[in-house]
């Protein structure tokens, strides 16, 4: 059964950081690309950031250069570090598997996810 389960958001003061992490398994992790994405409260899931199983990187432009996402293959762990933390960074985010390891057949959309950690930027 594959299971993701994101931890470390909290409720953060704009300019502030947080690690999220999401800890995978009943699947082979490193064949997987695996995704970012959130729920801002009243929208809908917003694609955040990519990591390929080769460890390229993609990013939504509103969080280039203040997010870095990474992996461990080791650990079945992918992080994303969030930094300079804005209020329009406040939403739901989920780790997602992508829907396979056929590289033309990859989305997140419909891909497996967790339950989410909730990430309040607020003063």
């Known amino acids: 059964e594959v299971q993701l389960v994101e931890s470390g958001g909290d409720l953060v003061q704009p300019g502030g950081s947080l690690r999220l992490s999401c800890a995978a398994s009943?699947?082979?992790?490193?064949?997987?690309?695996m995704y970012w994405v959130r729920q801002a409260p009243g929208k809908g899931l917003e694609w955040v950031s990519t990591?390929?199983?080769?460890?390229?990187?993609y990013y939504r432009d509103s969080v280039k250069g203040r997010f870095t996402i990474s992996r461990d293959n080791a650990e079945n762990t992918v992080y994303l570090q969030m930094d300079s933390l804005k209020p329009e960074d406040t939403a739901l985010y989920f780790c997602?598997?992508?829907?396979?390891?056929?590289?033309?057949?990859?989305?997140?959309?419909?891909?497996?996810r967790g339950q989410g950690t909730q990430v309040t930027v607020s003063s």
């Open positions: 997602v598997r992508a829907t396979s390891t056929i590289p033309s057949l990859a989305t997140w959309r419909n891909g497996a």
């Open positions: 009943g699947f082979a992790f490193s064949s997987y690309r």
């Open positions: 990591i390929f199983t080769d460890g390229t990187t």
